[in-house]
């Protein structure tokens, strides 16, 4: 048995609510360091800045954080600086110019941030 905190997403387009599952994956290395794995679809939004419109780039990001723990006995570490883009499928609107992983307060955070240029 592993604990696994409860995740949600800040920046929901739906109501706030926790996203994690029983289901989802937990790996520990012989170090002793976890990494979980939660997978789902999201939907969130973003402010669009139309300024350049037919030109314009946007970047949208995706807020993680846990439900209801004390910030000073949680650390979240994302293990990756980029977004993982395995399930990723492009449009015909937009081109994916670049991605980016970081945390935000003192690591309670993470952000999943997605820049993207009209075709």
Same mark, same amino acid.
């Given at each position: 048995?592993i604990?696994?905190?409860q995740?949600? %997403?800040?920046?929901?387009?739906?109501? =706030?609510?926790?996203?994690?599952?029983?289901?989802?994956? &937990?790996? $520990? #290395?012989? %170090?002793?360091?976890c990494?979980?794995? =939660?997978g789902?679809?999201?939907?969130?939004?973003?402010d &669009?800045? $139309? #300024?350049?419109?037919?030109?314009?780039?946007?970047?949208?990001?995706?807020?993680?954080?846990?439900?209801?723990?004390?910030?000073?006995?949680?650390?979240?570490?994302?293990?990756?600086?980029?977004?993982?883009?395995?399930?990723?499928?492009?449009n015909?609107?937009?081109?994916?110019?670049?991605?980016?992983?970081?945390?935000?307060?003192?690591d309670?955070?993470?952000?999943?941030e997605?820049?993207k240029?009209?075709?």
């Open positions: 048995m604990w696994t905190p995740m949600m %997403l800040t920046n929901s387009v739906k109501k =706030i609510d926790r996203i994690s599952e029983d289901w989802h994956a &937990v790996s $520990v #290395t012989d %170090l002793g360091r990494f979980y794995y =939660i789902n679809v999201f939907t969130s939004s973003c &669009v800045d $139309v #300024t350049f419109y037919p030109w314009d780039k946007q970047t949208c990001s995706f807020e993680f954080m846990p439900a209801n723990y004390d910030p000073s006995k949680i650390k979240l570490s994302p293990s990756k600086r980029e977004v993982l883009l395995n399930h990723f499928s492009g015909g609107a937009w081109d994916l110019v670049s991605t980016g992983v970081k945390t935000q307060l003192g309670y955070m993470v952000l999943f997605i820049e240029s009209r075709c």
